[in-house]
């Protein structure tokens, strides 16, 4: 797997040869999109994608937009949406907040976590990607000790990082430290030049 580092010389050297960062998040998101959509062949489906500040929410929003053509959508922002760290975060959050198909919450409406993930059959967790370092906190522990509760829902982690290429790994594994989410699908990025072109 990559380091924050080596990913963050990827971005740089591939905007240096002519692919910017936003198309490698619009890459990144709707690989996702279409490996939910083909992989488990979902129709019409409830769908919540959990969306941090930086550019793995980003990645978040982008698969939103793209489900939404399909499915119904929740996006949960894991702060306000002036929180939102990057130009191209922001820019990817402004197409679904003017999206219908669209419901958006933020952590102001964190208390509703409760009543929405029953209410979804897929989880998707676009909240941490390599900026991630220490002990898991708040809003994250509240959010993934939520999402361990759940029964009988598909988990998607949508992890390290934009850009490249996704594939579904049959697996589960930890989550963060502290606390563990129970993952049933893991996205992971390799490198690949066909989502690059």
């Given at each position: 797997m990559?380091?924050?580092?080596?990913?963050?010389?990827?971005d740089i050297n591939?905007?240096?040869?002519?692919?910017?960062?936003?198309?490698?998040?619009?890459n990144a998101g709707k690989n996702v999109a279409d490996l939910i959509n083909k992989k488990l062949k979902l129709k019409e489906k409830n769908i919540i994608v959990f969306c941090g500040t930086g550019n793995n929410g980003g990645?978040?929003?982008?698969?939103?937009?793209?489900?939404?053509?399909?499915?119904?959508?929740?996006?949960?922002?894991?702060?306000?949406?002036?929180d939102i760290k990057t130009d191209i975060s922001k820019k990817n959050f402004e197409k679904i907040?003017?999206?219908?198909?669209?419901?958006?919450?933020?952590?102001?409406?964190i208390s509703k976590i409760v009543d929405l993930i029953p209410k979804n059959d897929?989880?998707?967790?676009?909240m941490l990607g390599i900026g991630l370092s220490g002990e898991l906190r708040q809003p994250y522990n509240t959010i993934v000790k939520q999402i361990n509760k759940t029964k009988n829902k598909i988990i998607y982690e949508n992890a390290n990082k934009q850009g490249y290429e996704?594939?579904?790994?049959?697996?589960?594994?930890?989550?963060?430290?502290g606390s563990m989410l129970q993952i049933i699908f893991n996205i992971t990025y390799f490198l690949s030049s066909s989502t690059t072109s």
């Open positions: 990559l380091t924050g580092k080596e990913i963050h010389v990827l591939s905007e240096f040869y002519g692919t910017p960062t936003i198309k490698l998040m619009e990645d978040g929003f982008v698969a939103a937009r793209h489900l939404s053509e399909k499915h119904n959508v929740t996006v949960f922002l894991t702060g306000k949406p002036n907040k003017n999206n219908k198909k669209t419901k958006i919450y933020n952590i102001t409406n897929l989880i998707i967790d676009a996704a594939y579904l790994e049959n697996l589960t594994l930890g989550y963060h430290f």
